[in-house]
């Protein structure tokens, strides 16, 4: 599904709040008296007992509770446990900034590396991704393709695609789809990079409901940010399958800023089948693993 995110502000404000949406109907149902703090405190008041207030009230509780599954999720699991090492959990973090950035003949890479991470965000949560990207930005890569986008593990069906006019309208869609807290991941790709106040915006909408936040931005705009991590993209050439065709495709990553983390670089490629991550062993960050019947040259 795809929209146009155009909202009306007039010259020297900002863009307007959107409507709160109106909230789906819970899959519970809710005692008909409201319970209140007089009535579950006290032995006589209300029609009901004391006991069976307290045991209502937890029910109700409890349920709300599961309305969201996955928010209790603080880490989206890379599968790369020689690069989750160098984060300060298991995976990326949820909840926080995280850039993805690249020159501009490696963008096209950095997209696909960008909507590779949304896809391992959308198995660990329920919900769908919203995926915002300037007309501009488009300009780099062209129009996501279905076929595409499906074989980088991407459910087509739980995908959203906001196209917005600049990047000012671009944070804009993405701090309410994270205000909304409906979405399993929100992305964005823009032209610029966002200052500082722009950036701590989207890390306090991001953070009540622990929601995966990616943004795709240019190299060149380095500088203060509010990003938890910052990832570097290049393009490598893609895994070949015995028949000399494209396999898996590859980029060289860089980590090269991460909170309470540490600096590395691997090559990583892409699973187009089991839609998942792995390390390319000659050149990763690490020693590659002895195998048997290997020998070092004396």
């Known amino acids: 599904m795809r929209i146009a995110c155009n909202p009306r502000a007039g010259a020297g404000s900002s863009p307007p709040r959107a409507a709160t949406p109106s909230a789906p109907a819970l899959p519970c149902s809710l005692p008909e008296r409201p319970l209140s703090w007089q009535g579950v405190g006290e032995e006589g008041g209300g029609s009901l007992p004391k006991a069976a207030r307290l045991a209502a009230l937890r029910e109700a509780l409890a349920r709300l509770g599961a309305l969201a599954p996955g928010e209790g999720l603080r880490h989206i699991p890379l599968g790369l446990p020689q690069v989750e090492a ?3 959990g298991p995976g990326l973090a949820c909840g926080v900034l995280h850039e993805v950035a690249a020159g501009h003949g490696d963008r096209p890479a950095a997209f696909g590396f960008l909507l590779a991470l949304t896809a391992t965000a959308l198995r660990a ?22 076929h595409g986008l499906a074989q980088l593990g991407l459910d087509l069906g739980r995908l959203l695609l906001v196209a917005a006019r600049n990047d000012r309208d671009a944070l804009w869609a993405m701090e309410e789809a ?7 991941a929100v992305a964005g790709a823009m032209t610029g990079s966002p200052d500082l106040t722009a950036g701590r915006r989207l ?24 990003a938890a991590s910052r990832w570097r993209i290049a393009a490598a050439p893609a895994a070949r399958d015995r028949f000399g065709a494209f396999a898996h495709p590859r980029w060289c990553v860089v980590l090269e800023r991460c909170r309470n983390g540490r600096s590395g670089e691997w090559l990583i490629e892409w699973n187009h089948v089991a839609h998942r991550f792995r390390l390319v062993e000659s050149v990763a960050d690490r020693a590659p693993a002895r195998r048997p019947g290997l020998r070092r040259a004396g």
């Open 86 to 88: 160098y984060l300060p």
């Open 125 to 146: 949560r329920p919900g769908p991704a919203v995926l915002v990207a300037t007309t501009r930005a488009l300009a780099d890569f062209g129009e996501p393709y279905g």
């Open 178 to 184: 994270l205000r909304s807290g409906a979405a399993a």
């Open 203 to 226: 890390n306090l909408a991001a953070a009540p409901h622990a929601t995966p936040l990616l943004l795709l931005r240019p190299a060149g705009t380095a500088g203060v940010s509010a």
